[in-house]
Each structure stands twice: as C-alpha cells, then as structure tokens.
C-alpha cells in the first residue's frame, strides 16, 4: 500500500508538486499520468525518501521510506536509469546491490536472466547500454530484494514495443500476486493496457483518479 497525503514541494519559487492526495492498494498497478513537468518524479522521490516533502506525507505500508528497515527488501525502485555507475558491468552492478540489501549472489544472476540481461550484456560496462538495456538492468535492480511494492518511473522510455509488451507482463503478474506498482508516463498508450487504476496530474495536481471507466464518465 502507497499513500500520498497533502503532499507538496516546492523548490524557490516553483511549486513542483501541490497538495496530491492518492492511494495505490496491493493486487493493483496505477498508472501515474501526466505531462513532462507535472510533478510525477518529484512525487516518487518524496515516496522514496530521495527528496524530502515541503509538506504532507508519502508512506509505504504506513512507514515513511526513511524509517522502514532494508528499505529495498519492501520497495523496489527505478527513477532514474542514467544515474547507473557506468563503469561497471550489468553483473557487478546487480552484485553490488545485492551485498548491499543482503541477497544472496545467485538471485542477482537470476534478475539478470529474468530481464533478459544475461550472458554478453551482463559483461558489458553499463555505460555502453543503450536506454532500454538500462531500463532493464533498473527493473531488475528494483525487483533484486523480492519487494511488494514496485514504483517504476518512466520505465518504457528507451524500450521498444516488445520491451513494453514484456514488461507488462512482468508487472501484470506481480500486480496479480498482491504486489502494487505504481508507474509513471506522459503517454497513456503505454500504461493503459497495464493499469487498473489512474492518477492524473498536471502542473503539480492530481486532476482526475479512479478506474478507466471513472474517468470516462468524469466520475
Ligand atoms: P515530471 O516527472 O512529471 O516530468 P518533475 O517532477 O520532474 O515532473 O518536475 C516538476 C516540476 O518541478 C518542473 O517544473 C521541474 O522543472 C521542477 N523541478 C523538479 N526537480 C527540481 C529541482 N531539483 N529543482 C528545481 N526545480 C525542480
Ligand atoms: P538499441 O537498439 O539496443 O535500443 P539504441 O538505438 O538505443 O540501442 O542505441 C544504440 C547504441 O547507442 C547502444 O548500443 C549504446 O551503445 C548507445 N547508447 C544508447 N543509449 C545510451 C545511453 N543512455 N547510454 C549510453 N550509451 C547509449
């Protein structure tokens, strides 16, 4: 369970994120929509502890993300692809990841595999991934520590169409094993097939929320 409340930032004078109130509950994926600039990143930083609220609260099964012991065993997360240590391979950054949270090296192989990483790629520096490679390489960072709660910024962007078909699968059946995503775009066509749910922004606001049939009858 992911709960936003009253949540606000602001950075001088912009107001990057005014006063969202939404909940994801687990067995769902809500798509988080919006315009570039409408505050989608800045609100699952403040979710994932990366950049403190102005003010309101963002919790994850009604802990704050700062204050949940080994944080990546509950929340995997993928903000920010390019922030990845280029030089290192796909391998040994998941290794590394995976001493940090304290998961055996074996699952780090696993991820990889799962991901569609393994064998040439997990040799290869990071930084000769191209953005889908890397968008990957994030995904199974995310799901490294085994979470029950996933928050996925952008993800499909750099995957191509049968990336996104494959990592809707992916996030389907983690939905339908009682895990909650929550998983930004600007473009609804990527996250309509995936979501049941929809959170729609717009400079800094929640605008519209509920199910695809919600919206549609401006409910
Ligand atoms: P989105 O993810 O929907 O594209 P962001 O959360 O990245 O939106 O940005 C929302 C607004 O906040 C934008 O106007 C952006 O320029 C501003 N913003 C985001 N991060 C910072 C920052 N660190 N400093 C100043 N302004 C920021
Ligand atoms: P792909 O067809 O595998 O999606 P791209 O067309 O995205 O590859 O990129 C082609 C090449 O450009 C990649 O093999 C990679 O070497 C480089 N490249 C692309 N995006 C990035 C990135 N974000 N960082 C580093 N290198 C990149």
């Not at 102005?54 to 390019?82: C, F, M, Q």
């Not at 001493?99 to 799962?114: E, F, N, Q």
Request: with cysteine; hydrophobic share 40%.
């Amino acid at each position: 369970m992911i709960e936003v409340t009253g949540l606000s930032k602001r950075y001088g004078d912009v107001t990057a994120v005014h006063g969202m109130t939404f909940a994801c509950a687990p067995g769902t994926v809500t798509g988080f929509l919006g315009p570039n600039g409408a505050g989608k990143s800045t609100t699952m930083r403040m979710i994932c502890g990366m950049t403190p609220p102005t003010t309101g609260t963002a919790t994850v099964a009604g802990t704050e993300y700062r204050k949940i012991a080994n944080p990546a065993r509950h929340v995997g997360a993928l903000l920010d692809p390019s922030a990845q240590h280029g030089g290192r391979t796909g391998r040994e950054t998941l290794a590394l990841t995976a001493r940090l949270i304290g998961v055996p090296p074996r699952r780090a192989d696993a991820m990889l595999d799962m991901v569609g990483l393994a064998g040439k790629a997990a040799r290869r520096p990071v930084r000769a991934y191209s953005l889908g490679m890397r968008q990957r390489l994030g995904i199974a960072q995310a799901l490294l520590g085994d979470p029950s709660v996933l928050i996925l910024d952008e993800p499909a962007n750099g995957l191509d169409p049968e990336g996104i078909r494959w990592m809707r699968t992916l996030l389907r059946g983690f939905a339908d094993k009682g895990g909650t995503v929550l998983l930004s775009s600007h473009l609804l066509r990527e996250v309509e097939a995936v979501a049941d749910r929809f959170v729609v922004v717009a400079r800094g606001r929640v605008v519209a929320q509920g199910t695809a049939a919600d919206l549609l009858a401006g409910r």
